[in-house]
């Protein structure tokens, strides 16, 4: 049987003859170190790249880490007078929600530790211990931080590196749906990074959007897909550790790019990769970080207390063997 295991989604874009009043529109750009590609149906004009532009300019203002003079990289050097803005509360308030569901494995100050194994935007350090774990374990822990009644960030240690990067991406695609729904457009399909919002449906075709779930054996020049799905008014989020890694020059050792804030360890555990569908993109980002981190009984044991919100997890058993696990209203959106 050949090999194949699930990573990424991505978006079917099939062209056909428009068949309604409404006009389709393509628009592709870079953002947040990636692509973008957003379809919509409407019947009126506006400038949407400048609303794009703007919204982009927004949530990279409030939380880009790899921004100088972002909120977010002003209080990781210890400002602790800078209000932050509504966006930047928004993503704390997700931040917490999927830190209780997930048990702590989902926690946005694994920061210093990303940065420790090289997955962040400072230089990573050559040799890992014990003792250097331990050190940066210290500044771990989501409950030594916190948003004051003034709206200024608090932190036990002012060493303490938040990181939303797990999550901000899914949130500055909800808020692109949001401004496109400002307009009256209620039919869109916005993909960014592999990453997706769709709301209404394909005026084209008259059906749901389509999206899927890449292969880990495809390779970036040739996409294969697994599993093909409907997905309608909702995000979705998929991650995995087949192409994030980093491989130590001295010690050969393979570092993967998602953390278990708990033991401070970048291994490989069980899962291979979790596709979540969400109401928000915020909301399956998160959740798809989790999943990758709590290894596979512990991830479908979450998925399966939550609701509205679906995955479809692959991972590896006591032999080797790749399986896979979706829940009920995943399986239900297959094309089968």
């Avoid at 949530?59 to 990289?73: G, L, R």
């Avoid at 054996?217 to 979705?236: C, I, K, M």
Wanted: proline share 2%; charged share 20%; hydrophobic share 40%.
């Amino acid at each position: 049987m050949k090999k194949i295991i699930a990573f990424l989604v991505f978006i079917i874009f099939a062209g056909c003859k428009n068949e309604s009043s409404y006009e389709k529109k393509v628009l592709q750009g870079n953002a947040f170190g990636t692509t973008y590609t957003i379809q919509y149906f409407t019947a009126s004009n506006f400038d949407v790249q400048k609303q794009i532009d703007s919204v982009l300019y927004r949530v990279n203002k409030s939380m880009s880490t790899y921004i100088y003079q972002s909120d977010i990289s002003k209080i990781n050097r210890g400002d602790s007078t800078l209000v932050v803005d509504a966006l930047f509360k928004d993503v704390w308030q997700i931040s917490e929600i999927v830190h209780k569901n997930s048990l702590g494995y989902f926690d946005p100050t694994v920061g210093s530790l990303r940065n420790l194994y090289g997955f962040g935007d400072t230089p990573y350090l050559e040799t890992i211990n014990d003792m250097v774990l331990d050190s940066v374990m210290a500044l771990v822990g989501f409950n030594k931080v916190a948003i004051k009644n003034d709206g200024t960030v608090h932190k036990g240690n002012p060493n303490i590196y938040i990181d939303f990067n797990a999550v901000a991406k899914g949130y500055g695609i909800d808020c692109l749906g949001n401004m496109l729904s400002s307009y009256n457009i209620t039919d869109y399909i916005i993909e960014l990074g592999g990453e997706v919002l769709a709301k209404g449906k394909n005026i084209s075709k008259n059906r749901p959007w389509t999206s899927a779930v890449e292969a880990t054996v495809s390779q970036v020049d040739n996409r294969e897909a697994v599993v093909y799905f409907t997905l309608q008014d909702r995000g979705l989020a998929g991650s995995g550790n087949y192409r994030k890694y980093r491989i130590d020059d001295t010690t050969g050792k393979k570092y993967v790019h998602t953390i278990n804030p708990l033991t401070g360890l970048a291994e490989q555990n069980n899962v291979t990769s979790a596709t979540i569908i969400a109401p928000t993109c915020a909301l399956a980002d998160a959740y798809a970080t989790a999943c990758m981190a709590m290894g596979f009984e512990k991830a479908k044991a979450m998925l399966e207390t939550l609701k509205d919100v679906d995955g479809y997890v692959t991972y590896v058993d006591a032999n080797q063997a790749p399986q896979s696990y979706s829940t009920k209203g995943f399986e239900a959106l297959i094309l089968k």
